[in-house]
């Protein structure tokens, strides 16, 4: 079955940028999805297919996919940036979705 | 507006099925592209998908806990429903409904867009 690979955890003072990586054989043939979850909330949808931006969603955060790794950006990063961050692709081989284990983005 | 909900018990019993209803609001469990997926949670640990379901009745199972599981809806009442069977403490988690999308062609791909709040189910005697 397909895995993906995050870091267990990023660090970023606010006002940087903040880079989380998610590691898969090809991934840049598939789609990949990044999720937001707050401590205690339910996960948000924060960059679908790649790079595109849900509405309400802020401009600061971006995605990229090529090679082996997909990337999401968060510029200018915040205090309410913290959080979990899961990547997510479907594997049409098995018809499952798969999730990388989660990074925890600190913001120092 | 599209809002999802789960209900359900909050403890059951080692050995005991757990059924947990996911109530959906402004979309159509009827529409093609769209469908109810669920997704738990263990207490700090990752996201995990569960089972996925659509309104031509496709579904997909993950494949550890696929002979546990069933999922069914009720289009009429916009409610999916989960059925997990011989319960054990591991399964204690927060269960999460979630619409999930289909996109792309003729290589598809899905995501959630939305999720309800979460339910959270404690298994023990």
């Known amino acids: 079955s397909y895995e993906l690979t995050q870091p267990p955890s990023v660090s970023a003072a606010p006002g940087q940028t903040a880079r989380i990586t998610c590691g898969g054989h090809n991934i840049g043939t598939r789609s990949v999805h990044w999720y937001q979850q707050r401590p205690g909330q339910a996960p948000v949808l924060v960059v679908y297919?790649?790079?595109d931006r849900p509405s309400g969603i802020p401009e600061r955060f971006s995605g990229s996919n090529a090679g082996d790794t997909a990337t999401l950006t968060i510029s200018r990063v915040e205090v309410g940036d913290e959080a979990d961050y899961y990547c997510q692709v479907w594997d049409s081989s098995s018809h499952h979705v798969v999730f990388g284990g989660g990074t925890k983005l600190t913001v120092l | 507006q599209v809002t999802l909900k789960e209900s359900g018990p909050v403890l059951v019993k080692p050995t005991e099925t757990l059924t947990l209803t996911c109530t959906v609001s402004g979309f159509s469990l009827s529409n093609p592209r769209m469908g109810v997926t669920w997704i738990r949670q263990p207490p700090g640990k990752a996201l995990e998908w569960l089972v996925q379901?659509?309104?031509?009745?496709?579904?997909s199972y993950g494949s550890s806990l696929k002979s546990r599981f069933t999922i069914s809806k009720d289009t009429s009442k916009s409610q999916v429903v989960l059925t997990m069977t011989n319960m054990d403490p591991v399964d204690t988690a927060t269960y999460y409904c979630a619409r999930i999308l289909e996109a792309g062609a003729p290589y598809y791909y899905y995501y959630m867009d939305v999720w309800g709040t979460g339910t959270t189910v404690t298994v023990s005697s």
């Open positions: 379901s659509f309104s031509n009745d496709a579904r």
């Open positions: 297919d790649d790079s």
